[in-house]
């Protein structure tokens, strides 16, 4: 079946990023002059997905807003003479961006299991705004879409990391490998120093079958008190196809501070209208 719907967790609180995510979710924290939120839906836009399914909490409203018409704003720069163009890809179309609550902070795999009723019996994307891929020729979402064509099944996004970065993530234990398919023999979560299978760790994005619902409807907590996403994952390798496709691209971590920092200076830098100012400012900086 097409993939034409995607699941977004941003239920979050965002502690990292506080005092500024006191009243502003993190998932609007802009990267150069966009929201975190809009380079993920942008990205799941580009792949074909139809659908976007929101899991917000509390005090997320923004998010909503975002994605809504700004009646106001664009009478305004009408009236005014001025373009709108900016907000093109702010507007969904009506009716496919749908917004459901996670009550508590009870994991990544319980907001995916919140989704449930809206997914359906079809397969379903997942991404993780605060993981920015930022890909060579395709969107990482797309070049994923390009494989599950190919054999179906689940398919997690694979990053090779040094392995010496291994403990810091989930890692895929490896089985045959075709091009930039891996066959996902076993996860791996956060493995001690040099005992890693692989150095293909996971950054964030799924496409997963229907049944892992099911599965999560019973996941018990794991890692932290909280149902993992992983653990449910971990139970369909062997049961239905299960593969990692290998990114072509940058990876930053928004969800840290260095991240964040990372993904604005290096956007800013390829941006056709402050880049080379900014290149130059940076040259003059690190000289001093």
């Known amino acids: 079946m097409k993939i034409r719907k995607a699941v977004f967790p941003v239920a979050g609180l965002g502690t990292r990023f506080l005092p500024a995510t006191k009243a ?19 990205e799941a836009l580009e792949a074909g997905i139809e659908t976007m399914i929101f899991v917000t909490g509390r005090n997320k409203g923004a998010i909503e807003d975002h994605f809504d018409i700004a009646y106001e704003l664009e009478r305004t720069q009408a009236d005014r003479g ?4 900016a907000l093109a890809g702010t507007r969904l179309t009506p009716g496919n961006a749908i917004f459901v609550r996670q009550q508590e902070p009870r994991g990544l795999g319980h907001a995916i299991w919140c989704a449930r009723d809206i997914v359906g019996d079809e ?3 997942i991404i993780l705004p605060d993981e920015l891929l930022i890909g060579r020729e395709k969107g990482c979402l797309a070049q994923m879409v390009a494989q599950y064509e190919k054999v179906g099944g689940n398919l997690v996004c694979a ?6 970065d291994t403990p810091s993530y989930g890692v895929i234990d490896p089985g045959a490998r075709d091009g930039v398919l891996t ?4 996860l791996v979560e956060k493995p001690s120093l040099g005992t890693a299978p692989s150095n293909l760790m996971l950054p964030g994005r799924y496409i997963l079958q229907p049944e892992v619902m099911t599965l999560l409807a019973t996941q018990e907590a794991g890692a932290g008190g909280e149902v993992q996403l992983t653990d449910s994952m971990a139970k ?9 496709v290998t990114f072509d691209g940058e990876r930053f971590d928004c969800g840290s501070k260095l991240g964040f920092a990372q993904a604005n200076f290096a956007l800013a830098c390829r941006d056709g209208a402050m880049g080379k ?3 130059s ?8």
Not at 159 to 164: K, Q, S, Y
Not at 236 to 244: S, Y
């Open 123 to 125: 397969p379903f994307a």
């Open 277 to 279: 100012d900014l290149q």
């Open 236 to 244: 369909l390798i062997g049961q239905q196809p299960f593969h990692g």
């Open 281 to 288: 400012w940076a040259k003059t900086l690190l000289a001093s």
């Open 82 to 85: 001025k373009s709108v163009d």
């Open 159 to 164: 990053l090779e990391v040094p392995m010496e």
């Open 183 to 186: 066959e996902v023999k076993g």
């Open 24 to 42: 502003v979710p993190k998932e609007m924290l802009p990267v150069v002059d966009r929201p975190l939120i809009q380079y993920a839906v942008d």
